[in-house]
């Protein structure tokens, strides 16, 4: 069964930095589709960044292109969100999510795309 489990949340003022990270384990595929998402309070959960663990591809909302960028660890089966001058509107819960097989491609920030999610991570941005 395939698991996620994210670390890395916190609260931080506008302009600092944090880093997320997701373990994954269960896979039996080497190459699969992870993603991160947000939800702020009152607010639809939305796609921030895609990764193709076989190397196809990143994928970044337009919101946080040239803020966060979104690597991975084949060796420790983890994939990162760096994220940098973080702002105040960037304050959500971050959950990391995977399809355990193919790439992420269109489809990547497309909740339905995904079959298993994280527990979430909280991330809170002062002005």
């Known amino acids: 069964q395939v698991q996620l489990v994210e670390s890395g949340g916190g609260s931080v003022q506008a302009g600092g930095s944090l880093r997320l990270s997701c373990a994954a384990s269960?896979?039996?595929?080497?190459?699969?589709?992870m993603g991160w998402f947000r939800q702020a309070p009152g607010k639809e959960r939305e796609g921030v960044a895609g990764?193709?663990?076989?190397?196809?591809?990143?994928y970044y909302a337009d919101s946080v292109k040239g803020r966060f960028t979104i690597s991975q660890d084949n060796a420790k089966n983890t994939v990162s969100l760096q994220m940098t001058s973080l702002k105040p509107e960037d304050t959500a819960m971050y959950y990391c999510?995977?399809?355990?097989?193919?790439?992420?491609?269109?489809?990547?920030?497309?909740?339905?795309?995904?079959?298993?999610w994280g527990q979430g991570t909280q991330v809170t941005v002062s002005s």
């Open positions: 269960g896979y039996t595929s080497s190459y699969y589709c």
């Open positions: 999510a995977a399809r355990p097989s193919g790439t992420c491609g269109a489809n990547w920030n497309r909740l339905w795309y995904y079959g298993v």
């Open positions: 990764i193709d663990t076989g190397g196809a591809g990143t």
